[in-house]
């Protein structure tokens, strides 16, 4: 869909910032244009909101965090209910934009609006239970806690999920009376501005405010005093870079970063629901491009060529790219120029250090496709994990299979990355399964499954794949601090 064939109501119709309950012209940052990636042209301009932007931004949601705070835990979940519902009532538009805007596949994005409304719904059913406790001090003493909200959350979003993110990412802070500031991403801004649209005037004024900017608008937010929190989903030296402009206000932080996640397939495995699982594990859908992908499958020596040729062979007939507003496409484009031109680094570095290319490896031959950022889904064999490749997120739709059969240098193989997000298992033996996910060091485990969340279970990394947990009870009481109260009696 080019941008002159795309449908009224679609895009958003305000192309100001959104905080303080009003839209506003970015003071100095101006206008830059964003792409839609199939074709590599301009769908319309987003504003750019740079220093000044973020402090009126962040001005405003200070100075409403008192009253919010003060709001009933049961009046703060109906606002956030009504947001969950204008979210579901919208979610075929909004899965259209983000498909013009990032690349993804619409019928795979249809799902988006409804799991943030989904987030949504969970933490407004949390909001009165974020509770503290009574500690016995013996007479004379009566001591309690209690959970306070933070202040003002900033909350950076990533590009591969644009309107899920920046809208289920309101509901924890929102829930536990914190004010919030998301930041879209700089790649596909379009429907967190819509979002502001649909759902920044249910909230009251500064409660809920929405920026759009590159790395310096993200950098003042977490520079900016009076952010108490920022949080980021994002790549592993993004995160880095937060974290330390965050260091210098002692501000905590919440990351969820990128991964070089392992699927393991054992001797007993299922061969046909483990070839599916390949497949569905590495998110070709999304080309790739999910921090949660599990980009290195290691197969067992006694089912690896057989599993690998039907991985082969189903692979381009499930995945094939194309137009992303096609509900038959099943595999859009990645998100920018500088994506594809990264993809290909990774394949040229994988083929220089002796890996074997086994499918895919290009870019698409259909003309229709020969202006936008596509690249067909790709695997290479024969990996060692001395190999770059093996060893660097990629965030495209480059999977490494490796043979193995030694269970120890496996898991020394598995966990010898410093990342650490999720993992998948696959055999159909219980005590297997429960030792290979003691063995596995990543903060979210599959077992015979792959790339599927759960609301209310805790996902989010160890190591260098991140800090802290979300769409779960812990990321509520992460926009929290614990006050303790002692009471002497008589």
């Not at 206008?31 to 590599?40: I, K, V």
């Not at 502001?196 to 500064?206: D, K, T």
């Not at 695997?379 to 093996?390: G, I, K, S």
């Amino acid at each position: 869909m080019r941008a002159h064939e795309i449908p009224s109501g679609i895009l958003p119709t305000q192309r100001g910032l959104y905080y303080g309950g009003a839209w506003h012209a970015p003071k100095a940052g101006g206008f830059a244009d964003t792409l839609n990636p199939c074709y590599n042209e301009a769908i319309t301009s987003a504003p750019v909101a740079d220093a000044d932007d973020v402090d009126a931004a962040v001005q405003a949601a200070h100075a409403a965090f008192p009253a919010w705070a003060a709001t009933p835990p049961l009046e703060r979940a109906r606002y956030l209910r009504r947001a969950a519902a204008v979210l579901r009532e919208h979610a075929q538009p909004l899965a259209l934009l983000d498909a013009l805007n990032n690349g993804n596949p619409v019928s795979a994005l249809a799902m988006d609006a409804g799991f943030a409304a989904d987030c949504l719904d969970y933490f407004a059913g949390l909001a009165t239970e974020i509770k503290g406790e009574t500690i016995p001090m013996g007479d004379g003493n009566f001591n309690y806690s209690l959970q306070e909200p933070l202040g003002v959350v900033a909350r950076i979003v990533a590009y591969n999920h644009p309107l899920m993110f920046a809208a289920a990412r309101l509901a924890a802070p929102l829930a536990a009376g914190n004010t919030v500031v998301v930041k879209a991403p700089d790649q596909a801004p379009l429907s967190t501005l819509r979002l502001a649209e649909l759902v920044g005037h249910i909230f009251p004024p500064g409660v809920a405010n929405f920026l759009c900017g590159g790395r310096s608008c993200g950098e003042a937010l977490g520079r900016h005093p009076l952010v108490r929190k920022i949080t980021l989903i994002g790549g592993v030296p993004t995160g880095k870079a937060v974290m330390k402009t965050a260091a210098d206000s002692l501000k905590p932080v919440l990351l969820e970063l990128g991964g070089k996640n392992a699927l393991i397939a054992f001797p007993d495995a299922a061969i046909d629901k483990l070839v599916n699982g390949i497949i569905a594990g590495m998110n070709f859908t999304w080309s790739g491009q999910s921090c949660g992908s599990t980009s290195r499958v290691f197969l067992h020596e006694s089912l690896h060529d057989q599993v690998l040729d039907k991985v082969v062979r189903l692979l381009p007939e499930r995945h094939r790219p194309g137009i992303p507003t096609d509900p038959k496409t099943t595999m859009g484009s990645l998100v920018s120029r500088a994506q594809l031109e990264k993809v290909q680094r990774y394949v040229d570095a994988g083929l220089e250090d002796g890996g074997r290319l086994v499918c895919g490896g290009k870019r698409p031959d259909d003309p229709a496709l020969e202006h936008g950022f596509f690249y067909e889904a790709t695997v290479f064999a024969d990996m060692q994990p001395h190999m770059r490749l093996a060893r660097e997120e990629v965030f495209g739709p480059v999977m490494s299979v490796f043979k193995w059969h030694d269970e120890d240098v496996l898991f020394e193989q598995v966990n010898g990355l410093e990342f650490g997000l999720t993992g998948s298992i696959w055999t159909q033996d219980l005590n297997t399964a429960h030792r290979a996910a003691k063995r596995i060091q990543t903060g979210y485990v599959w077992i015979n499954n792959a790339s599927q969340h759960f609301m209310g279970a805790a996902f989010g990394g160890v190591k260098q794949s991140g800090i802290g947990r979300e769409e779960c009870f812990a990321e509520l009481m992460e926009f929290t601090y614990t006050k303790n109260v002692n009471l002497r009696l008589g």
